[in-house]
Structures are given as C-alpha cells and as structure tokens.
C-alpha cells in the first residue's frame, strides 16, 4: 500500500510559478515511477509528466515541455513537480501518482496504481 500526498498548488498570475510535492509512504519509494497528472473544471484527467525509478528517464506532455520539470528525491519519498511560466490553461486540480509494475517513465493513467487526493492550481490572467 502506498500513501500520497500533494502539495505546494495555490493561485498565481499567469507567467509565475509553482513547484508541487508529492510525499510518498508505504513502500520503497525507489522501486517505482511516478507520474503527475492534471483535470481541469469539465474536462478529463490528463497526463502531465513521469519520471523512472532513479530520474533517468523523463516524460511530458507537449504543453508543457520547455515549461515544467518533474524530479525526484529518493532520500526524501518525494516527486516534485516545478511549474515555470503558467498560463490560465494550467488551471487545474493537479494529482501525483505511482506505478509500482514498471521502471521507466508512463503515461497513461490506467498504469497507475495509487493515487493522491490532488492540489488546485489556478493561474490567473
């Protein structure tokens, strides 16, 4: 069993930045990849950025390439997430997820196996 919780969104003005955390519990956080995904008001979850087991391995979605960069500290438990250059459209409840079957970087949701409760972002125009 393994236990999530994010942190770190709030409101900010488009063009600002925010980094998330995501503090992992519950197994050795350096067994598996981790993910950050995204849903906004009316719209479906969506894929945001992954990384592998050690960092080596990272993924994005286009949007937010050049923009975004997700890390990890596996002395702490912890993803990051670091949000540069925000735009109204990042609006978002913002998840952190784990893939405890694989080692490299996924993207699609069904692969996940445990979830966060999600922290809202708003960027404001």
């Known amino acids: 069993q393994v236990q999530l919780v994010e942190s770190g969104g709030g409101l900010v003005q488009a063009g600002g930045s925010l980094r998330l955390s995501c503090a992992a519990s519950?197994?050795?956080?350096?067994?598996?990849?981790m993910g950050w995904f995204r849903q906004a008001p009316g719209k479906e979850r969506e894929f945001v950025a992954a990384?592998?087991?050690?960092?080596?391995?990272?993924y994005y979605t286009d949007s937010v390439k050049g923009r975004f960069a997700i890390s990890r500290d596996n002395a702490k438990n912890t993803v990051y997430l670091q949000m540069n250059s925000l735009k109204p459209e990042d609006t978002a409840v913002y998840y952190c997820?784990?893939?405890?079957?694989?080692?490299?970087?996924?993207?699609?949701?069904?692969?996940?196996?445990?979830w966060g409760q999600g922290t809202q972002v708003t960027v404001s125009s």
């Open positions: 519950g197994a050795t956080f350096s067994n598996y990849a």
């Open positions: 997820a784990a893939d405890l079957r694989a080692s490299g970087a996924r993207v699609a949701e069904h692969e996940y196996d445990y």
């Open positions: 990384i592998s087991t050690y960092g080596v391995s990272t």
